[in-house]
């Protein structure tokens, strides 16, 4: 989460090709329940993560290959969730970016010359930057999470059509950052209904963020996990994963979700604004249709096929990242026939080709391991890499649908052949079984 430093540039906002043009629609790619564009900055395609929690365009470190220039460049120093120190990045002025046919000039970027969040890492995929509000004040989106395609809609001609399946909630917003009021169950005896404040966070990937005592009943449950919740700007985020009976968002109501309890410590500039209880991400988003209205200050929501799915979570302890790609020689078998003459039924040859062939592919480590989890107990340990997932070689999934392995259901056994040490480790097989822990 990005401050407002005071400084006040006149930008002129995203813009679509004609004034007249109603609207725009582009495909995204929904990785972690996040969703990512692509973006281009002075020229140069890149990818960004749609955010709504965040207030300013955030671009990361980039490599040579990915290098662009920026105009107009001084050093700043940014803060945020964590509970790490200020960090020190570039402020760069009068920047083109377009996001489909929307385009902006004069635009304003905030470079983090050390990226901490690893978010490309943990995507398997490179995340050049965050985009929001600069973005959304402009326009009204619709996202719809099960096609994954967001249409953008010109304000000045976009009619709302009557939705009696839909909720729709008003916005407040601070530091340009929007806030709905929803209610939640913390208890399971009775059925008391808590109200709430809470941030609208596209760019979160969890469910559900409640902030211990910022209500006297908000503070963990009695059965709870203590789980890294991800990078925030000053540093990693820590909390205490663990479930509630219910969150209602209007006449929508969500039984047994995951929620993440962060206490004081961690959040301490986010309650500055002292009315925040926490925020709702991806996890919980990605269940609606979500129109994103800034301009009229309003959020709708409209539930989809997934609503009524389950919330799922990690029950290995261990933290995946991309690792970049290594080569790899593969084997590969080809049936040839070969045909003496026209008559192939009494004149035909049958062999097989063996050919090796080499190629670039993706693999994983871990990054981390969860005390007292049944990856712990197994030996797995941070700077493991993975080279196979249950007999299957690693390059043949993505990090999401390893994730999702680590997901499924109690009692699951997974099998794991690592690399310990560097390119000329040890090769090391691990067996654990997945545990609930909430």
Known sequence: MLNNFGIVFGQSGFQFPKESDRSYTMRFQLINNLIVVPVEV????????????VQKNILFSLSGKDSLGLNNVKKVSLYGLGNGNEIEALLSHFNEIKVGDLKSRGQSLYVILNDQFELSGKMGITIHGIIGYQLFKDVIAKINYKTKKITFYNPKNYRYKTCRKCEVFSIEFYRDKPYIDIGVQLDTIGNEEIPIKILVDSGGSDALWLFENSKERIRTPLRYFNAILGEGLSGTIYG??????????????????????????????????????????GNLLKRFKVWIDYPNKKITLK??????????????????????????????????????????????????STNYHYKFMP?????????????????????????????????????????????????KRIRLMIRRGGIEGRILKFQFRLKKRI
């Open 303 to 352: 539930k989809n096929a997934s609503f009524s799915g389950g919330f799922e979570y990690d029950m290995s302890g261990i933290d995946i990242l991309y690792n970049g790609e290594e080569l790899v020689k593969e084997l590969e078998t080809k049936k040839v026939v070969d045909f003496a003459s026209r008559d192939v039924t009494n004149n035909s040859t049958v062999f097989f």
């Open 363 to 411: 693999f994983y480590k871990v990054s981390n391991v969860l005390k007292d989890s049944p990856a712990e107990k197994a030996g797995i340990l941070p700077g493991d890499v993975l080279l196979k997932f249950n007999g299957v070689a690693v390059y043949k999934y993505s990090i999401g649908e390893i994730i999702q392995k680590l997901q499924q259901k109690e009692g």
């Open 42 to 53: 002075n020229k140069t395609k890149l990818s960004f993560i749609l955010d709504t929690g």
């Open 240 to 281: 205490n994963k663990s479930r509630i009976p219910k969150v209602k968002l209007g006449k929508f109501e969500i039984t047994q979700p995951t929620v993440s309890f962060l206490d004081t410590l961690t959040t301490y500039r986010a309650r500055k604004f002292e009315e925040r209880n926490g925020s709702i991400g």
